[in-house]
Each structure stands twice: as structure tokens, then as C-alpha cells.
């Protein structure tokens, strides 16, 4: 059930609406709203059906889970919201509105099924753990003993081709610079931020306390994690269970180490830089991924409206990479954003987190724009400027 | 509710994602933020564009079903909740912003717009223009707030309420006919309603009684690079009209401002006048400012009055457009909700207003924000009595809702009409005004609208 | 109650007049400033009274710290002289006033005593203020801003309550003796005007650069000088305490700040035109914020340094449309300790 102290502040919510927009109204930032439309997709929408559906005057059914699961948890509400003594816990509210919703069973099939992958094979990719290790064939990547840095590689940049591309350049890049650090490979295991983002708390529990035992009896007191969302699950959450880890995302560790990098040459190219929810407005990290960026000889970056803490999500937050609520259709947050980098006149959209890679590489195509625009992680441009 | 064969022609039209008849919309599209009694729709629809709307309009015409055009759906005073039921009509995914004519000073945008992205838009694109922002939050929409006859930060300097800076209009008439009105109708461009018949006012104040607005030229007005506020502080209520028109003449002052309220505690009893000044240059803000204290030079010089000094937080709050302040209003009672009514008066009845705005919220045990914005160089002042209260409190809302209903009748004693006034307001307006004057009104009525679809309810007689 | 202990002979002997002779902002030769100054001692009306910009300096121009300014406080009350309009003045008592809101939190030395400015707590950080813990707010707030609104009345009024609340809920609990003033009206008002007003003060109060220049001190190794050239805004309250007024040098002196000669410093500071904009003197306000950053900015500084917030807030905007960094002390300090 919803803690007592977010049932408390439900009705607190005006529904006036500054939730929709960035704080610099550019064009619609909320994912869920800009795909749907109505009133109800909007986070003030959403939390006026909460406060009816636990009141009993509305019931529990397919749609309200479908305006509860379609929120990417990307923060532009909390960023946006005009109320201050609810702001900070809208995105609390929703999940612990999935989490109730959760509990009686009534959710959608593809938030099911992710469940499900989770609980059984540990990654929602339905793949083997052994196939943890294949990342990082081909390249000399040391297994963690003792190194400063555990890397945490996730699911996505384990099994996904365009997170394994990810995960094997930023591997690169951190031996070039010099960085002393270890992989688990088969031994490493799901962070579980989206399994709570969905509100299956038991389970994001569970593998919290697994993955904190396990790496505390290896001794790993430093993270380096290729995932936004793994990053903010370790930083953030699993200190409420008992972790007391130093949690660095990729660019953290980088925008440091570039000093210390081989000369660089040039590499001319006219960039757009996207936020990640999870690594922007959930953990106020702009500036490195943009130093680490403008450090590059001839790259010229170019903002888009909707930047830093105005950022529009990809669409995938929340569990919606996997889970696909939000659908199909121009109004996809990932196709909104390839227009808007592709306004900018950039020819590179830089993402820093798998999940936005993925979802903005499958808009890019869905927008027909693969002559115009690719996306590229940071470390890839790094390295292609590397000599 | 409606037969599933009109959801299913309606969803033909408009593809099935938006259209909805489901409980959580029709839950959220029964009610605004006020305090008025929910009405269920039938369902809710969002069309994409004008030939949508005519075909969603003739459907409605053809088998007498209501129709509600919404904006933004943040009106407070329930204009937009279908009293009768029937079809809710969502403008917001019509949001294009369709042309911008530096050289005429005008924007034409679709009906759906929202007052942020206007301004976001023209701050990167058009830099040295600006429109006339509510202090409504923004994602309120350009046509929601010129039908309500809106104001905002330009109406003192610029010519008056939003409904006055229309150039043009777009509409999709009762019975489905897409109708253009102003300069646009005759020639391509959307600068003026003059010199043609002017039948652009058929559609604004009219409650969405009259036809569906689906696109509007407004007046665009240069956005000077600075911008600097002075606060007057009175002690004396009655100070406020003389103090009002002073500054009104000096000519200099963009938006006039006047409130108190009993909270914070150091401001109970005060009353404060809030200037916006804008410039292109220090010398000439240095210059404006300079003749708004001349203006009030002999009520400082006694002390009895004086400008506050404003520290760097306070005042980025009041330069602030639209200001979220008035949003956070809404939680004055941990309850998240306030109304008002925004009562268009003389300005020689501020005084008065006040007064009546304390006595009524003392005799009803809430508390209020009260205070006007100056309309039009001085012609009259829009004054709201805004009533915070917590909507999980049964009593504390029937007992706003009883301030509402004295507040509205009070209004027209002082001389005021109440400004996008609920069911209950209107129908005290209508008891008040000339018959003549309805019958005109009911006869337009009759003939744009033969089958009294457009939101039934709203102006009839009670 | 709490009378102001002031010594009328010593005053009616006085050959120079400092106090009035020194004044920057009211000019009169000294036989007017003797008419005008006998006038006040007996109780009367004075164009001074008036003309006051309630700068504090005569407080520190008198050589015998025989409390010029708080005689002319007395005497503005009295007879009615509001240097504020009323309904700001009537605001900002009840504003400013204590609250009985006092949460107990745990404290332990150094205790930064934030004064009204709990707002500005997000400076206490870094090496300088390392294991510091802060107190602030209306509760605790020592009220002598009221100078500015001719009201020792309110002063004398809340002071006791305030050093109540300090030592009852704060100190006492925690065992600790002694707070660091951020603000210098703080300091003023333990060192200053509450002995004049014969009123005792139960902890030992030091100063904010005080404890600065001793923490940089212990911090030497860590000092990155920082070679650049900096402006200082002395507040008007520092005229209270002017014996600590050399740390400004001393502080600058540790952390690598050149401060170039300019007109307007140590005894000849002008004010940040905070106060006479409130007594809405518009006039005298643009006349010395004007001179005051053309003289910073004619020393080539590159920062504009301040202490009191209520200065930063008036000065700063001025100050960096003129090309400089303004900067609160405290934060040049961090600077130069990497942080």
C-alpha cells in the first residue's frame, strides 16, 4: 500500500498544468502526455486518478494501468511542478502507485513479461548469464580482482548490440586512459532500476541485496557504471539498503581522466548532446558529458531547445524500453527529440546512457533520417578521435 | 452515454487514439480545479485539425449531441465541464504556430497553442517580440484565454483584454462551416479586424456557445531587452485608485499590479502596487523609473507610502511571466485548489472591493487573495477575489463556494461584472442585464447554433 | 530600562565634532554642526535627524566611542522621525520579528550564528568551515537593523529574548561558550550597542574574519594564492567594531588578494545604498552606488568582496554590470583553498 505520507499529499495537486512543459515551455516534455494527449496522461491528470482510484471512485482497469505504466519516470513533472511541497515526490507517488497496482495483479502484459524475464533469467533480454561475458570479446578487459574500479556493465550494454558497442568503447577509453578497473562478466547481475521504476519493489530488493553482498565480499568499493539508471539505482537506492558504495557514471570518471588522455586530434562534426533522464534531472550531471565532448578538437556542440534540466526523455525510461507502453506513432517522445536535434543541424545525436541509445537509434529510423542524423555514444566520438 | 456506433464513427474520423470514453477520462474531462459539481461527458475527443472539428461538429449536429471546446481546462469556474454531457472536445493537439508577421506585429496560431510555447517560440525565433502573457499557467491555450476575454502582462499598456488584441479568427460554425473573420477573410494576411463588419466578438465571452475556434491572429508587441519591477507599499486602501491613476499617466508602466493579502503575516494590513517597467537601455528604465516616483513623490515625501525595496529573490519572482506564484496559491491551504472571481470593474471601486472581498471571506471563515490588474491605460480593472481552500475538506469547499456566490453578487452591486463567471454567475449577470440585450444574444444564438449543441447550459436564463 | 549610557558632558565639550565633520553625506561647517549637535543633545528637532543616512560611521569618527549615532536613534524616535515610510518600517518589525519557532537541533563548536540569514547557510561548507553547524532565523536574530528605522525601542525589546533563545536552546544544550557573528550587525550589536545599553551578554561572540583568518591560518599549506586584485564593501555595521576591520588585509594577505588603494574604504566607506533606497532616497542612492563601484573599478579589481548579504543583494547587480565578480568573502577564502 502507498505509504501514509504520499496518500497525504495527493489532493495537493492543482492539475494546473506546468507539469506538461519544460520550465522553458518550449514544446510538450512529459512522454507519456505528448504521446497520449489527454488530460489524464499528464502527470497532474495522473495523480487526480490515483487520489479517485484509491478512493474507490474509479476502478482498477486496463487503461489506469496504462496511464500508470506509460510515465517514463523522467522528471520533467518534479522539474516543472509549480507546488513545492509535492513536487519532489511526484515520481514517488507514481511508482508507488505501479507498486499498489502491481499487488492487484492487473498489469500490462509486456510490464509482465519483464517481470517475468527479470525473475527468471535475471536480464529482460530472455538471455543465458554465461552470454554476459561476450561484450567484451576480442579486447583485453581484466576480470574485477581487487582493481580501484568495479565497471558495472548492466543488461542493456551486456546484451544489447548497440549497449554492447557502448559498453566495449567505453572499456576502451578507460584502458587508454589509464583507469585501473575489472569487469564481473558472468558473475554480474541486473541492477534492477526499471524493476523498480515499475514498482515491483520485492524484486529490485532482492537483487539490490544480492548485488550488495556480492560485491562487498569482493571487496569493490568503487563503481564505475555504463547505465544512468544503474548508476541512480546504486547511488540512490541501494543506500536504502545498506550500500555504501562510491558510484561514478562513465563521464564522471572520463571528464576527469581527459586531461591525462594521448593528444587528440581533430575530428569536425556538428553535435547535439541528449540528457538522460536518470543521469540529468535525476542526478544533476550535465556538465561532464558536455566536457568531455567539447575536449574534442573541431566538434562543434550545438544545444537543442529542450536541454540540461529541460532535457526531453527518449521515451524509454520507466521500464518503457522494455515494456513498450507508450507505443507507436510521431508523438513517441525518441521521434520528437530526432527532430528537434535534427532543428539544430547537428549530424550526430551523443547519448551517455544505452537506453536513450537504443531508443533514439530506432527513431532515427522510424523518423527516416538515417542520411541526416546518427546517434553516437560520447566514447565512441572519443575514440574516433583518438590517434 | 453515447451509442457505441458514434464513438466508432467519431474514432473513423479521428483515428481511435483520440477518441476515449473510457472512466479515467471521462473521470478527469468531468471537472476543473474549482469548486462547480462534476458533469460526466460521454467521451472525450481530440481532433488534429479544422476539417476534424467540422466533421466532429456536423456528426454532433446531426444527432444532437452537446459539445464542449476546450483549451487549456483551467478555468476554475467550470466553463468547460459538459454540463448536459456529450463530447468533450480537447483543442491542445492543434498547436501549430502558423505564421508570424514581424513587420504587422501579429501571430497566427492554431487554437490549441499554449500560451508557454508562443513565448518560448518567439523568445528563439523572434527575439525582439512578444505577446501578452495571462498569469494563467502555460499550458493554458492563446484562443482559451481571448474567448474568456483573458488579460495578462500587456493589457495596461497595450490595449486592453486579449479579446481586444484579436486580429483574426478561424471557426467552425455550429453547423460544421469553417468560417474565417477579420482581414483574413478577404485578403491573405491576419492584421486587423477593421474596416470590415466586425463579427469577430460573436465568438469571444460567448463561452464556446457560438462555434469551435480553431485558429487566431493576435497582436504581437515588441519585447524591450530590460525589465525592472518597483513595489509601492500603502497603508491606506482608498490610496489605491488615486495611486493607480497617477501611474497609469506617466505613460510608463507596462503592467499594473494590486493586491493584498493576509498572508504573509508582514504583509497583512498593507497594500502593495506592483510596477513593471520595461526599456531597451539603463538610461531610459533609469528614466521610467525616475518618473513613476515623481509621480508619487508627495506620498513617500510623507512617509505614509513608499517604494519597497525588492531583494534579488522577490524580484525575480515578480518578473516572472507567467508567474508561478499564483499557481502555488492553490496550496495556501495544503489542498491543492483555489477560485476566484475575477470581477471587471471601475477602477475608483477597488476600495470598495476590498472591503467587500475581507467582509465576505471573514462572514465565510476562509482566506483570500485579493487585488486587480490594470486593463487599457486605466479603463477598468479586472479584480479578483481568490479564495484558496482544501478539496479534501467538504465544508471548507461549500464554504468557498458560498464566498463565490456573494462575491458575484456583490461584484454587480459595486458595479462590476463578473469576469468568466460559473453557471450560478451568469445567470445573476443575465437577471441583471437589459432584456433587450439577451434577446439579442439568444436570437444570435438561435441562428448559429439551430440544434443547441455548443455547451448547452452556459448564458441560458435559469 | 536599558538606557543609553551616554555621556552628555563629554559630548557638550567636544572641540571637533567629528562625528558631524567627518559625515559624507551631511556637509556643514562647524558652527553650523555645533548648533545642530547642541540641539540634539537638549532633545530637539535637527535637520541631522533628518538627513541621517543611518551609516553608523560617527559611530567609529567619534574618538570617544561615546555612541553618536545611537543618541541620534534615540533621539529620531522620540520625536517621531521616520527615516523609512511607515507601512515598510511597521513590515519589516513584524517581519523580522521572533518567531517561538525554535526547532533543537544538535550543535557543536565552531556555532555559526547565521543571523536572519539562514538562507545564506549554504556558504558555511568546505575546508574552512569543516564540523561547523549554524544557527539562524528570526529567533535568534539580534534585531539592530532597527537602527536604520529609528527604533532602539524594538532593540531594546527583543534583544534579551534573542540572547534567551541563543543560550537556552543552542548553546546551554550543546556546552559551547561562543558563536561566530557571520554577519558583523551581529557582532555589533554583542560588542557594541548592547553594552551601551548596559545589557550583558551571556556568550563571547567573535567575529566572522576572526575566525576565518585563524582557520586559513591553520589551512596555509592548502592556500592556493589566488594573484588577483580585489574591491572590499565595508558594511555599515563594521563601523560598530572597527577593531576588526584590519582582518580584511590580514585575510587578503593569506589567500594571495591584492587590494589596490581606492577611495572609498576602511573610514571612508560609503554605503551600499540599501538603506537610503528604503528611506526612498533615490537620488543619494544612484549618486553613491555610483561612486563607490567607479572607484572600485578604477583600482582594476577584478572582484567586489563583501560580507554583509544585505550589501551583496543591493551591490552586487551593479557591481557585475561594471565588469567585476562580486563575491562573498567567505567564498573568495574557499576559492583559494581549491574548493
Redesign the interface.
Known amino acids: 500500500m502507498m505509504e501514509k505520507g504520499l496518500v497525504d499529499i495527493l ?8 507539469c ?2 519544460p520550465t ?4 510538450i516534455n512529459c512522454p507519456a502526455y505528448l504521446r ?5 496522461f499528464s502527470a497532474g ?1 495522473r495523480m ?2 490515483i487520489k ?1 482510484w484509491l478512493d474507490g ?3 482498477t ?1 486496463e ?2 494501468a496504462q ?1 500508470l505504466f506509460s510515465c517514463a519516470t523522467c522528471m520533467n513533472c518534479v522539474e516543472a511542478c ?5 513536487k519532489d515526490h511526484l515520481v514517488d507517488i507514481f511508482i508507488a502507485a505501479r507498486q499498489d497496482m502491481v499487488e492487484t495483479g492487473i498489469i500490462p502484459p509486456s510490464v509482465r513479461d519483464y517481470f517475468k524475464a527479470m525473475n527468471t533469467n535475471g536480464n529482460p533480454y530472455k538471455m543465458p548469464r554465461a552470454d554476459r561475458k561476450k561484450w567484451a570479446e576480442g579486447l583485453n578487459i581484466p576480470a574485477y580482482t581487487g582493481q580501484e574500479y568495479l565497471l558495472y556493465i548492466g543488461d542493456e550494454a551486456s546484451y544489447d548490440d548497440l549497449g554492447i558497442k557502448m559498453s566495449r568503447s567505453i572499456a576502451h577509453l578507460l584502458n587508454e586512459a589509464g583507469i585501473s578497473f575489472g569487469a564481473l562478466f558472468e558473475d554480474e547481475q541486473g541492477d534492477g532500476n526499471e524493476v523498480h521504476a515499475l514498482g515491483e519493489l520485492g524484486l529490485f530488493a532482492e537483487l539490490a541485496h544480492q548485488n550488495i553482498s556480492d560485491w562487498n565480499r569482493r571487496g569493490i568499493r568503487k563503481i564505475i557504471t555504463i547505465s544512468p539508471h544503474a548508476y541512480h539505482a546504486i547511488k540512490n537506492e541501494y543506500v536504502k539498503h545498506g550500500s555504501t558504495f562510491d558510484v561514478y557514471h562513465y563521464t564522471q570518471v572520463i571528464g576527469t581522466a581527459i586531461l591525462q588522455l594521448p593528444k587528440r586530434r581533430e575530428y569536425p562534426s556538428r553535435v547535439t548532446y541528449h540528457d538522460p533522464c536518470y543521469l540529468g534531472r535525476w542526478n544533476r550531471v550535465y556538465l561532464q558529458p558536455r566536457s568531455i565532448l567539447n575536449s574534442i578538437k573541431g566538434l562543434t556542440l550545438v544545444e537543442m ?1 529542450r536541454s540540461m534540466q529541460n532535457s526531453l526523455c527518449c521515451g524509454g525510461g520507466g521500464g518503457n524500453s522494455f515494456t513498450d507502453i507508450l507505443g507507436t ?1 510521431p508523438d513517441l517522445a525518441g521521434r520528437s527529440r530526432v527532430r528537434e536535434a535534427l532543428s539544430t543541424g547537428a549530424k550526430i545525436i551523443a547519448v551517455a546512457c544505452p537506453q536513450c541509445y537504443r531508443m533514439l537509434d530506432d527513431a532515427v529510423k522510424a523518423e527516416n533520417a538515417q542520411e541526416q542524423i546518427r546517434v553516437m555514444e560520447i566514447t565512441e566520438i572519443m575514440n574516433l578521435a583518438l590517434p | 452515454m453515447l451509442d457505441q456506433e458514434i464513438i466508432g464513427k467519431l474514432k473513423t474520423i479521428l483515428g481511435s ?2 477518441v ?1 470514453d ?4 471521462l ?3 468531468s471537472r476543473d ?1 474549482g469548486v462547480q459539481d462534476p458533469h460526466m461527458p460521454d467521451c ?1 475527443v ?1 481532433p488534429g485539425s479544422a476539417p476534424e472539428v467540422q466533421e466532429i461538429i456536423r456528426l454532433a449536429m446531426q444527432k444532437k449531441i452537446p459539445v464542449v471546446p476546450m483549451g ?3 478555468l476554475l469556474s467550470g466553463l468547460t465541464v459538459p454540463l448536459k454531457g456529450g463530447i468533450v472536445l ?1 483543442m ?2 492543434m498547436n501549430r504556430i502558423i505564421e508570424i508577421n514581424e513587420r504587422s506585429h501579429y501571430a497566427v496560431v492554431e487554437a490549441g497553442t ?4 508562443l ?3 518567439l523568445r ?1 525565433h523572434h527575439p525582439g517580440l512578444k505577446h501578452s502573457l495571462p498569469d494563467a ?4 491555450t492563446i484562443a482559451g484565454n481571448i474567448a474568456i476575454h483573458g488579460s495578462g502582462h500587456l493589457s495596461q499598456s497595450e490595449g486592453g483584454f486579449h479579446s481586444e488584441m484579436v486580429t483574426g479568427l478561424e471557426v467552425v460554425l455550429p453547423t460544421g462551416e469553417l468560417v474565417k473573420f477579420g482581414s483574413c477573410s478577404t485578403v491573405p494576411a491576419w492584421f486587423s479586424r477593421a474596416p470590415l463588419p466586425d463579427l469577430v466578438g460573436l465568438f469571444l465571452g460567448w463561452n464556446g456557445t457560438t462555434g469551435v475556434i480553431t485558429k487566431v491572429g493576435i497582436k504581437l508587441y515588441p519585447r524591450p531587452s530590460l525589465h525592472d519591477v518597483m513595489v509601492f ?3 491606506d486602501i482608498d490610496l489605491a485608485p488615486m495611486i493607480i491613476s497617477r501611474i497609469i499617466n506617466t505613460e510608463v508602466a507596462e503592467d499594473i499590479n494590486y493586491a493584498l493579502a493576509p498572508k ?7 497594500q502593495m502596487t506592483v510596477i513593471n517597467v520595461t526599456a531597451n537601455s539603463e538610461a531610459e528604465i ?1 528614466m521610467k523609473k ?1 518618473i513613476i ?1 515623481d509621480a508619487l513623490h508627495d506620498f ?2 510623507t ?7 525588492v ?2 529573490n522577490m524580484k525575480a519572482g515578480f518578473l516572472e511571466a507567467p508567474q ?1 506564484a499564483l ?2 496559491f ?2 495556501v491551504r ?5 477560485e476566484y472571481v475575477g470581477a471587471i470593474m471601475p477602477i475608483e471601486k477597488i476600495p470598495e472591493a476590498c472591503r467587500a472581498g475581507m467582509e465576505i471571506t471573514a462572514r465565510n471563515r476562509i482566506t483570500y487573495s485579493l487585488g486587480a490588474r490594470i486593463i487599457g491605460r486605466g479603463h477598468c480593472a479586472m479584480f479578483f477575489f481568490a479564495y484558496p481552500f ?3 475538506d467538504r465544508e471548507e469547499v461549500e464554504r468557498v463556494k458560498k464566498a463565490l456566490e456573494d462575491t458575484n453578487k456583490t461584484a454587480l452591486q459595486l458595479g462590476g461584472i463578473p469576469w468568466k463567471a460559473e453557471v450560478q454567475g451568469q445567470q445573476l449577470i443575465l437577471k441583471q442585464m437589459e432584456p433587450e440585450t439577451y434577446r439579442v444574444m439568444k436570437k444570435i444564438r438561435d441562428v448559429l447554433d439551430p440544434a443547441g449543441i455548443m455547451n448547452p447550459g452556459n448564458w441560458e436564463v435559469g | 530600562m536599558h538606557e543609553l549610557i551616554f555621556n552628555t558632558k563629554l559630548c557638550e565639550n567636544c572641540k571637533t565634532l567629528d562625528c558631524i565633520m567627518k559625515c559624507q553625506y551631511i556637509e556643514m561647517d562647524l558652527d553650523e554642526a555645533g548648533r545642530e549637535h547642541a540641539k540634539i543633545l537638549r532633545g530637539e528637532e535637527s535637520r541631522i535627524l533628518k538627513d541621517c543616512v543611518t551609516c553608523y560611521a560617527c559611530e567609529e569618527y567619534c574618538p570617544s566611542r561615546n555612541h553618536p549615532f545611537y543618541l541620534i536613534v534615540e533621539r529620531q524616535e522620540q520625536l517621531g522621525i ?1 527615516p ?5 518600517e ?3 518589525v ?2 523580522m520579528g521572533p518567531r517561538g519557532k525554535i526547532k533543537q537541533k544538535e550543535l557543536k563548536a565552531p556555532v555559526i550564528d547565521m543571523c536572519f540569514f539562514d538562507i545564506m547557510k549554504g556558504g558555511i561548507r568546505g575546508k574552512l568551515f569543516e564540523g561547523a553547524t549554524t544557527i539562524g532565523g528570526s529567533d535568534v536574530f539580534c534585531n539592530l537593523m532597527f537602527l536604520h528605522f529609528a527604533r532602539n525601542s524594538t532593540i531594546r525589546e527583543r534583544l534579551p529574548l534573542i540572547m534567551d533563545n541563543i543560550m537556552k536552546y543552542y548553546l546551554e544544550p550543546a556546552g559551547v561558550k561562543e558563536i561566530i557573528c557571520y554577519h558583523d550587525e551581529c557582532y555589533g550589536t554583542y560588542t557594541s550597542w548592547a553594552p551601551a545599553f548596559g545589557i550583558d551578554v551571556p556568550f563571547r561572540p567573535v567575529h566572522l574574519f576572526d575566525y576565518i583568518y585563524h582557520k586559513l591560518i591553520d589551512l596555509k599549506p592548502d592556500i592556493k594564492p589566488l594573484n588577483v586584485k580585489a574591491a572590499y564593501q565595508r558594511p555599515c555595521s563594521n563601523r560598530l567594531c572597527p577593531e576588526t576591520d584590519h582582518f580584511v588585509d590580514d585575510i587578503f594577505n593569506l589567500i594571495g588578494v591584492e587590494r589596490p588603494k581606492r577611495t572609498y574604504e576602511y573610514k571612508n566607506a560609503l554605503c551600499c545604498g ?1 538603506i537610503p ?2 528611506a ?1 532616497r ?1 537620488d543619494l542612492v ?1 549618486e553613491i552606488q555610483r561612486k563607490n563601484v567607479e572607484d572600485m573599478k578604477s583600482t582594476g579589481a577584478q572582484y567586489g568582496v563583501f560580507n554583509c548579504p544585505f550589501c551583496f ?2 551591490l ?2 551593479p557591481v557585475a554590470k561594471a565588469g567585476m565578480i562580486p563575491i562573498m568573502m567567505s567564498d573568495l577564502c574557499l576559492m583559494a583553498l581549491g574548493q
Open positions: 489532493h495537493r495537486c492543482f492539475r494546473c498544468g506546468w506538461k512543459l522553458n515551455y518550449h514544446d497520449y494527449r489527454f488530460e489524464s491528470g487526480w486518478l479517485a471512485e474509479i476502478k482497469s487503461r489506469l496511464v509549480a507546488i513545492p511541497h509535492i531547445d506513432g | 487514439d483520440y476515449s473510457a472512466a479515467e477520462e473521470f478527469i474531462y480545479q472525450v481530440m487549456g481546462g483551467l480537447d491542445k493537439r499554449s500560451q508557454g510555447m513565448d518560448a517560440y528563439k499557467p502555460p499550458s493554458a507599499m500603502t497603508e504573509p503575516d508582514y504583509l497583512n494590513g498593507f533609469k525616475q516616483r513617500y515625501e512617509k505614509e507610502a513608499g517604494f519597497m525595496p531583494p534579488p508561478k499557481s502555488k492553490a496550496d495544503k489542498g491543492g485548489g483555489f482544501n478539496r479534501v | 521616520h523609512v515610510p511607515k507601512p515598510i511597521k513590515s519589516q513584524i517581519m540599501g533606497e528604503a526612498q533615490f544612484e543583494w543591493t552586487a547587480e
